[in-house]
């Protein structure tokens, strides 16, 4: 009840799968889970139309669901197809879709966010050149709002929100470090188990070895790669302190987290507004 719950403050209703997969605090089988399923709809507590379930009381999300289900495909195919540019650009080791998009949950005007592993100092370096890329037409909706340093894979908000959102992340090239980010976050395994123990979802090639960004990397200058690095920090610092920063952004040498508005903290509050309205009590293994 929980899981659905949670989903149900996006307008998503589950399939039997997704419950399983994102069953909340426990370990159960696909089976166990058709089951609870079955039985909180037999008692009142969640409605079923067709394959998937919601909180019972709620209006029909199914087309709705449906409706950003297929935008979020088209921009995960822009996202495939922008995929060897994305990899191969420099000082990137890893590039995973995030946000509403691997959620398969899109509105129309969604950007593409992604999630960027780069090597120590060069975090805005990167920033800035998507964002030229972006600019010039190339990368169209596509945003970086999260850029983590290999030597720092740590998230530090150990909560259901920054679970669902890594676990939900789509690869699209870096298997290795997505390897390292979820051994740093082991946390997640006590609140989301199942799907930690699948790990993220991919559209990876196989075989990464033939990746050329070294090239690319050794043609640029240093003096000029750090001084980009600098200014790129300097002016996302200048750019934050005008328009306030909130508990969404971060900009440090080791991270740059920008989410507009308070998501994470307002989906949180919905949920546990949900859990009083359905009289549950929740425990939190990972807070």
Known sequence: ???????????????????????????????EVCQAL???????????????????????????????????????TDARRLSPILSNAPFVRMVAVSGSVAAMNASPDADLDLMLVVPPGRLYFVLALFRLLRRLGIFGRICPNLILS?????????????????????????????????????????????????????????????????CFENLLPLSFVNAVEGWRMARCQRTASFSGVNDETVIAPNLFKEHLGSHRRLALAAYEQRLVELGISPERPGE
């Open 1 to 31: 009840l929980q899981t659905v719950a949670y989903a149900d403050i996006f307008d998503f209703p589950l399939k039997t799968n997704e419950a399983h997969r994102y069953l909340i605090g426990q370990r159960a089988n696909l089976s």
């Open 150 to 214: 290999e030597d720092t894979l740590e998230l530090a908000n150990r909560d259901l929100f920054t679970a669902h959102e890594l676990m939900h992340s789509v690869l699209l090239s870096g298997q290795e470090f997505a390897g390292r980010l979820l051994a740093a976050n082991e946390w997640i395994a006590r609140l989301l188990p199942q799907a930690y123990s699948a790990g993220l979802r991919s559209l990876a090639p196989a075989d990464e070895s033939s990746n050329p960004q070294r």
């Open 38 to 76: 079955e039985r909180l709809s037999a008692d009142g507590l969640l409605s079923r139309r067709g394959i998937y379930f919601q909180l019972a009381g709620r209006p029909d999300l199914t087309r709705v669901r449906r409706d950003r289900e297929a935008n979020a495909v088209r921009l995960l």
